[in-house]
C-alpha cells in the first residue's frame, strides 16, 4: 500500500552539490523521520542523517557542516542536501522512512525501504 522513492543522486565533482529526495506514495496518515543510510563499494551501510518534522536530529561526524536535511509534509517528502561534496561520499544511499499509514482500515507504522539511489563524486 506504500511505496518510498528516492531521487537526485548522480555524478558531481568534488565541492558540488546534490539534493536528494525520499518520497512516500500510498495511504500516508504521516512521514515522521527519514533516516539516510549510504553504502559504499565494499563497504558496510552507513547511518548518515536523521531527519524528521522538527528538523535534522542526527548528522554523521564525516557529513557535519556539509549535509542537511529537510522536509515537506504537504508531499510526503523528505531531503538530504549535500553540499561540498567529496570522493569519499560516493556512495549508494537510501531512505528508510518511518511512516503511518492506513492499512485495511487500521492504522500502522513501519518502516519502509527505498531502491536506493547513486551518488558519485569524482576528484
Known amino acids: 500500500q506504500v511505496q518510498v522513492v528516492e531521487s537526485g543522486g548522480g555524478s558531481v565533482q568534488t565541492g558540488g552539490s546534490l539534493r536528494l529526495s525520499c518520497v512516500a506514495s500510498g495511504s500516508i496518515r504521516s512521514f515522521n523521520a527519514a533516516t539516510w543510510y549510504r553504502q559504499a563499494p565494499g563497504k558496510g551501510r552507513e547511518e548518515v542523517a536523521i531527519g524528521t518534522s522538527h528538523g535534522t536530529s542526527y548528522l554523521a561526524e564525516p557529513v557535519k557542516g556539509r549535509f542537511t536535511t529537510s522536509t515537506d509534509n504537504a508531499k510526503n517528502t523528505f531531503y538530504l542536501q549535500m553540499n561540498d561534496l567529496k570522493p569519499e561520499d560516493t556512495a549508494v544511499y537510501y531512505c528508510?522512512?518511518?511512516?503511518?499509514?492506513?492499512?485495511?482500515?487500521?492504522?500502522?507504522?513501519?518502516?519502509?525501504w527505498g531502491q536506493g539511489t547513486q551518488v558519485t563524486v569524482s576528484a
Open positions: 528508510r522512512a518511518d511512516l503511518t499509514y492506513y492499512n485495511d482500515g487500521m492504522i500502522t507504522r513501519e518502516y519502509h
